[in-house]
């Protein structure tokens, strides 16, 4: 790649980055339905022809910065997805803590997004790409065995990892994030391999 092309790619980038920035802004303190192009173009310091380039709309801006979160996210949860000797490990493993880092990076997005003025059906997208993340990857756990000779249906199983690790992550960002990615990706493991009350040592393993 030319010094020249690099450096337009990065430009892009900067451009694309403040603009998703300024919107997510505009959410948090006006929520999306009231939020205009111009509005955005003018928190993000560029002009209408410059949003238009990029964007069809407010609603392509939101789609695809959604879209892209989202596919970070799926990345992440699939590098978390085993440690380095290759021994398969749930979600949220204590010796990968990727998926979490990646919510840390991104917090301003997802706390917004998440939040009061956010946009519900996110929320429902988020869930459901942890848990095609986690369904992906389930028969690594048991490969010599057919999904139906579980003790929980698979589709049930997987529901319930992607609830419990969409609300750490809901209940992580409402508190501040006082844990490090590192120790939520333990606590997750073991809550989800031991259950609740055995992982909090009520009941004993």
Known sequence: MSDAKAATDRRIKRTRQAIRDA???LIDENG????TV????????INRSTFYFHYKDKFD???????EMLQELS??????????????????SSSVASHFEHI???????????G????????????GAIREAFYGRLGSFRPDEDERSLNVPADLLCGYVASAHF???????????TYSPAYMATMLDQLVKHGPLNAAGILER
């Not at 590098?79 to 380095?84: E, K």
């Open 23 to 25: 919107l997510i802004e």
């Open 61 to 67: 801006l939101l789609n695809q910065s959604s879209d």
């Open 38 to 45: 111009q509005e955005i173009a003018e928190r993000a310091d």
């Open 75 to 92: 990345e992440a949860l699939k590098a978390g997805g085993r440690n380095p000797d290759g021994a398969c490990r749930l979600l949220g």
């Open 116 to 127: 009061r003025q956010g946009v519900p059906c996110f929320a429902k997208q988020m869930r």
């Open 167 to 177: 609300g750490m992550i809901e209940w992580w960002l409402e508190n501040g994030m």
């Open 32 to 35: 999306f339905d009231s939020i």
């Open 104 to 114: 840390a990076d991104n917090a301003a997005f997802y706390r917004v997004m998440l």
